[in-house]
């Protein structure tokens, strides 16, 4: 079984500056992906952010960007620019890649970090 | 990108009474759906996996009984909570890929249950 973990509850920032927000996850499979996903206070949930665990190259997405450490098993967010849109919850999360079995019902699960929260201040 | 549509998003139900959450994909075929629970601030939990055409694989510790999923169209599938009680309080959230082998999951807006 997967484990996410997101060890920073609530997290702060002024608008305009950077931050980063950890997540740390457990797995024994070699090929997976690797998501932040943003949930405002709507709870739509929005994704953010992916990665595929067999590239070496950290993902980026305008003003997010990841910094990914698979032997460490770690999946840190940056968010340069910080915007007041930006305050949400935020998530880290692991699907399996599907590998032989695409179609499979196991397919397309998500594991989630147990979030945190940022509040981008003026 | 692809939408799901999930009905209601609110809904408060007397403590014994049965409520249905539907999940709807409205621009593409879904054989595989999933249904979340999200209590205020905390994680989403994966609570079943709902398949077109056969039975829902349900996470360890979800009663079947209790939460009743029918996944009886390629765009629908329906999470029924069957007597419900105040600890069933909850946002529900399904989701959806668009095409098995792809990642990206849309996501229902979510139904917050209230039981009183």
């Known amino acids: 079984a997967q484990t996410v973990t997101q060890s920073q509850p609530e997290m702060s920032v002024q608008e305009a500056e950077t931050v980063t927000l950890s997540c740390t996850y457990d797995t024994s499979e070699n090929n997976y992906y690797l998501f932040w996903y943003k949930q405002p206070p709507s709870r739509q949930m929005i994704l953010v952010i992916r990665?595929?665990?067999?590239?070496?190259q950290n993902a980026t997405e305008n003003r997010f960007s990841v910094n990914f450490q698979k032997a460490a098993k770690s999946f840190s967010l940056k968010i340069s620019d910080s915007q007041l849109g930006d305050t949400a919850m935020y998530f880290c999360?692991?699907?399996?890649?599907?590998?032989?079995?695409?179609?499979?019902?196991?397919?397309?699960?998500?594991?989630f970090g147990q979030g945190t929260i940022l509040t981008v201040h003026p | 990108g692809a939408v799901v549509s999930q009905h209601p998003s609110r809904v408060i139900c007397k403590s014994g009474t049965s409520v249905k959450i539907e999940c709807r994909s409205l621009?593409?075929?879904?054989?595989?759906m999933f249904w979340y629970r999200q209590f205020p601030k905390k994680s989403l939990m994966l609570m079943a996996t709902?398949?077109?055409?056969?039975?829902?694989?349900?996470e360890q510790g979800v009663e079947k009984d209790k939460f009743l999923i029918n996944h009886a169209s390629l765009t629908l599938s329906t999470l029924t909570v069957t007597s419900a009680h105040p600890e069933d309080s909850s946002f529900y959230i399904c989701?959806?890929?668009?095409?098995?082998?792809?990642?990206?999951?849309?996501f229902g807006q979510g139904t917050r249950l209230t039981v009183v």
């Open positions: 709902s398949n077109e055409g056969s039975k829902a694989t349900y």
């Open positions: 621009d593409f075929q879904a054989t595989t």
């Open positions: 989701s959806a890929q668009s095409s098995p082998g792809t990642t990206e999951a849309f």
């Open positions: 999360a692991f699907m399996k890649h599907a590998g032989a079995n695409a179609g499979g019902t196991s397919y397309g699960k998500l594991t």
């Open positions: 990665q595929e665990a067999y590239k070496q």
